[in-house]
């Protein structure tokens, strides 16, 4: 059956129309719908365990099945929104999404949260591709999109430093309202997305078929190295199932590689990975995420274990970093325009750095006041990184590619997000020991704290191989180069 098409939204500079602000509102909802359920649950997980009697490793197992969902299946998901059409991918994984998310709140035994959380996990993976293609494919290459992709962007992380507090008000509530309130917000926007949303251009018609192998391979790796990424958290489980799940992830890895190339009508184009700008885009979003997810779940142990604080005063300690919701649409699209992708990147990563480094010689008599520094600093980081980050992983990607690249891309951020958060816990672990004291703690914490900061040094450096490339080859400004350039130059150099 076919779907409705129709071609870009206006890409000029006034008001976009009210079409344009519904459409956008949905899949805006979307994301942060992806984003608040994530937080909501972090806060949740003790209540959680104290009311199912879960083990350790069971709880840990709830928040891994989301990740391993989430992160094995976001390659394909891209793919498919391109094959399958953007529209149809939307509506039926927001609705998957919709019903596991309510058997979590029906869970009465740990498998059942297991279950939820994996195929939870996977709906996002299929889901958010597909609404980030909506948006670059449905509003033209300028002004337009980037705006829309800057908005985007700050909903996604004003939905998880909302969940953060939204979630430890529902939670001293009753936990399963974490899992319920999600369900009312998902059958909202697929009421909105059904009139609203529609295909845009042609989805890609390939007649060999599906590229079957390719999927397979493609999603048995990602599997098995996202799974070897979150082993790496528990150290005292021993190396070998971990050594094993990255050699065979590798493995299934290098079959892809050999699939698509032999294949008529590949899953992933590898071609695509030639794109200096793309490449550099993910790997930097790999890092900042990395150093972003590190630093979350360290300053929540810090908080919480260290300080005594309760869920909700630690929500509300993060929730400064949610300023990039604000900045992000207003301040972020006057730097783009004025000085460039690139740049603004740069700049925000090196905020990052300041931000986190701000925070290693913290103390246990530390005050609000003294850590607020790095809060703010982080969520203007955010708001220079996340968005400009996006254009510039899908701007110059043929249409038909555009669900790949927003898959590329989210598969970076959610690798980078497991990395950062294992890397992060497996130092804390081992520097901790079997001391148990204050002092002890706080060592470790400060040691795993150098985590985030090499991660986002690391980030700094890939993105500063792009300045570089500009600095040879753009001598006009960012306006007049824009306007001088097709879509496709006008991205190499970014």
């Known amino acids: 059956m076919s779907t409705p098409q129709s071609p870009p939204l206006p890409a000029d500079t006034g008001p976009m129309s009210a079409r344009a602000w519904g459409v956008l509102f949905v899949l805006c909802g979307a994301i942060f719908l992806e984003g608040i359920d994530v937080a909501m649950l972090n806060v949740a997980l003790p209540s959680i365990r104290a009311d199912l009697g879960l083990s350790t490793g069971m709880l840990s197992g709830v928040v891994s099945a989301y990740v391993l969902g989430y992160g094995g299946f976001m390659l394909l998901g891209g793919r498919a929104a391109d094959v399958f059409g953007r529209r149809r991918m939307f509506l039926t994984w927001l609705t998957v999404f919709l019903l596991f998310s309510g058997l979590g709140g029906f869970a009465t035994e740990g498998w059942m949260l297991l279950v939820a959380r994996f195929a939870t996990g996977v709906s996002a993976a299929f889901m ?10 449905g509003f033209a290459e300028g002004p337009q999109r980037n705006r829309a992709v800057l908005i985007y962007a700050g909903t996604a992380s004003a939905g998880f430093s909302l ?7 529902l ?3 009753d936990w399963r309202l974490v899992f319920f309130a999600p369900v009312i917000l998902s059958i909202v926007l697929l009421l909105a997305a059904v009139p609203l949303i529609r295909d845009t251009g042609t989805r890609e018609r390939r007649a060999p078929g599906f590229d079957l192998a390719g999927a397979i391979s493609v999603t048995g790796a990602m599997l098995l190295l996202v799974y070897g990424v979150v082993r790496l958290e528990h150290p005292d489980r021993g190396w070998g199932w971990t050594a094993a799940a990255f050699a065979a992830g590798l493995a299934l890895l290098g079959i892809f590689t050999v699939v698509e190339r032999r294949s008529t009508a590949p899953l992933v184009r590898l071609g695509i990975l030639r794109s200096g700008p793309l490449v550099r885009a993910d790997l930097g979003a790999m890092l900042f995420a990395g150093s972003f997810f590190g630093f979350q779940f360290l300053i929540t142990l810090y908080l919480q274990e260290l300080r005594g604080w309760s869920t909700i005063q630690t929500g509300l300690a993060l929730l400064a970093i949610g300023v990039d919701a604000v ?4 301040l972020t699209p006057r730097l783009v325009a004025r000085f460039g992708n690139v740049r603004v990147i740069f700049g925000g990563l090196l905020l990052a750095v300041l931000a986190y480094a701000l925070f290693l010689p913290v103390g246990l008599d530390w005050t609000y006041a003294a850590m607020f520094p790095t809060m703010i600093i982080l969520g203007l980081s955010f708001a220079l990184v996340y968005g400009p980050l996006t254009i510039a992983a899908t701007d110059g990607i043929a ?10 891309l989210n598969t970076a951020f959610q690798f980078g997000a497991a990395l950062g958060l294992s890397v992060a816990t497996a130092v804390n672990v081992a520097v901790l020991g079997t001391g148990r004291s204050a002092d002890a703690e706080l060592s470790a914490f400060r040691t795993a704290l150098i985590v985030p900061v090499a991660a986002v040094v690391l980030g700094a450096l890939v993105i ?8 040879g080859t753009a001598t006009a400004t960012p306006a007049e180069s824009e306007a001088a350039r097709t879509p496709a130059t006008a991205a190499a150099s970014r």
């Not at 969940?163 to 008000?169: D, Q």
């Not at 249409?399 to 590329?408: K, M, R, V």
């Not at 500063?464 to 600095?471: C, D, E, I, S, V």
């Open 399 to 408: 249409e038909a590619e555009q669900g790949l690249a927003g898959g590329l």
């Open 163 to 169: 969940g953060l507090v939204v979630g430890g008000l």
């Open 171 to 173: 939670t001293a509530i």
């Open 464 to 471: 500063a191989f792009g300045l570089r490339h500009r600095a």
């Open 128 to 137: 958010t591709p597909a609404g980030l293609s909506l948006i670059t494919t």
């Open 327 to 330: 900045l992000a649409p207003t």
